[in-house]
């Protein structure tokens, strides 16, 4: 039962340069969607949310985008940095939270 | 600011025996979690607990798992009888909900390997 779902387990992108990460849900209830951000050994670190009652947030370099028709979620980060580089997790909220299985993002300076 | 604590962060132990992972949450917080991780896989739920009482848990969370407050800041996780597919990480998490995004707030973490 995978209601949130990242399909692409990595990503490399050049510093500077625009990353984006994916991620499709299935369950139309969702309140919230999230992206979080976990270094190894860490727990993860809320980055930014979106109401399911919009289709954008920005927050500095992070941007989040929804599309409920389609149940697809992105982030973009602009510019990319190399400090960018970690697991990125999207989650989606109703009652609990869930997870996907996130993409490992790497920076390449 | 704010966080929340986990401990141990690493324990190792038997198959069989019990394990207690503990956690303080953030302080004002009313919603409590613990998630596990296993190596390579995603995040897992598997309780969340709210006005000291289980609000919601996953199928992962049977009869071995068992959760408490018991004083009003500490939140534990309980693992009765060890098994080895039980090793993970596991996450701590608190959060307030209302009208805001209620987002997760993790802790650290505790690693828990079964021998």
């Known amino acids: 039962d995978q209601q949130v779902k990242q399909n692409s387990p990595s990503l490399s992108v050049q510093e500077g340069r625009i990353s984006i990460l994916n991620c499709d849900y299935t369950n139309s209830m969702f309140d919230y969607f999230l992206w979080y951000k976990k270094y190894p050994a860490e727990g993860p670190t809320f980055l930014i949310s979106?109401?399911?009652?919009?289709d954008k947030n920005e927050d500095g370099r992070f941007t989040v985008f929804l599309n409920k028709s389609a149940k697809h979620l992105s982030l973009h980060i602009v510019p990319s940095q190399p400090g960018d580089s970690a697991v990125y997790f999207c989650a989606a909220r109703r009652s609990q939270f869930y997870f996907g299985t996130g993409t490992s993002l790497t920076v390449i300076p | 600011e704010p966080e929340v604590t986990q401990t141990p962060s690493h324990q190792v132990t038997q198959m069989g025996q019990e394990v207690i992972l503990r956690c303080v949450p953030i302080s004002n917080h009313l919603y409590f979690y613990w998630y596990r991780q296993i190596l390579g896989q995603k995040v897992e739920f598997l309780v969340s607990?709210?006005?000291?009482?289980?609000?919601?848990k996953s199928e992962i969370f049977d009869d071995q798992f068992s959760v408490e407050r018991p004083d009003g800041s500490n939140f534990t996780l309980k693992i009765r009888s060890t098994k080895l597919e039980d090793s993970a990480m596991y996450f701590c998490?608190?959060?307030?909900?209302?009208?805001?995004?209620?987002?997760?707030?993790f802790g650290e973490g505790s690693r828990l390997t079964v021998l």
């Open positions: 998490a608190s959060s307030v909900r209302g009208e805001d995004t209620g987002e997760l707030f």
């Open positions: 607990f709210y006005n000291n009482e289980i609000s919601e």
């Open positions: 979106i109401s399911s009652i919009k």
